[in-house]
Each structure stands twice: as structure tokens, then as C-alpha cells.
């Protein structure tokens, strides 16, 4: 059974930085494409980027290009989100996905809470 679990949430001021961890198990993580999602109180699920299984190539969206920074370590089977700059519009859950191009899979994790605030 595959899980995905994000830690490294939490109550961090305007302007701090936070780094998220997605920890994967039971997946064939160095062949995985990831993603990190994020969804407001009362908004849609946005895409934030994706890295893909060699971890050469990385995308973000417009709202966080400059400020987050996704990397993997396939040797623990783990995804991160590096955020700096936060800002109050970035409180919200934070969710990692998992896509495996073989089967043609997707998992998700349950997210971890981040809140922007002083």
C-alpha cells in the first residue's frame, strides 16, 4: 500500500522560511513523478510545481516561482518544498502527489497544515 506523509508544517511570520518533506513508502519513488499542491481555507487545490524522477527538470506556477524550491532524495524516498519569502496568501494545506507513468498511478497525502501570521 503506498503512503505518502508531508511533515514540516506549522505557524511561521511574514517573511520566514519553512521546508516541507513528503516522505513516500511503498512506492517505486525514484520512478515517480511529484508534485506539490496547496489548498486555502475556501479555495481550490492550486499547483505549486513538480519535479520529475531524475529530478533535473522542475516547474513551478507563477505564484511561488522564485520563492519555493522543490528537490528529491530517492535514496529516502523523499520529496521536500524549500518556501522563503512567506507571505499571508501562502497560509493553507499543503499536499503532495505522486504520479507513476508506468501504471499510470496517482497518490496523494493527507497534507500538513501551514499558516502565515504574526
Known amino acids: 500500500q503506498v503512503q505518502l506523509v508531508e511533515s514540516g508544517g506549522g505557524l511561521v511570520q511574514p517573511g520566514g522560511s519553512l521546508t516541507l518533506s513528503c516522505a513516500a513508502d511503498?512506492?517505486?519513488?525514484?520512478?515517480?513523478?511529484m508534485y506539490w499542491y496547496r489548498q486555502g481555507s475556501g479555495k481550490e487545490r492550486e499547483f505549486l510545481g513538480s519535479i520529475n524522477p531524475a529530478g533535473e527538470d522542475t516547474n513551478y506556477a507563477d505564484s511561488v516561482k522564485g520563492r519555493f524550491t522543490i528537490s528529491r532524495d530517492d535514496a529516502k524516498a523523499t520529496m521536500y518544498l524549500q518556501m522563503n519569502s512567506l507571505k499571508p496568501g501562502d497560509t493553507a494545506v499543503y499536499y503532495c502527489?505522486?504520479?507513476?507513468?508506468?501504471?499510470?498511478?496517482?497518490?496523494w497525502g493527507r497534507g500538513t497544515q501551514v499558516t502565515v501570521s504574526s
Open positions: 502527489r505522486a504520479w507513476v507513468e508506468s501504471s499510470n498511478s496517482l497518490y
Open positions: 511503498g512506492l517505486d519513488f525514484s520512478s515517480s513523478h
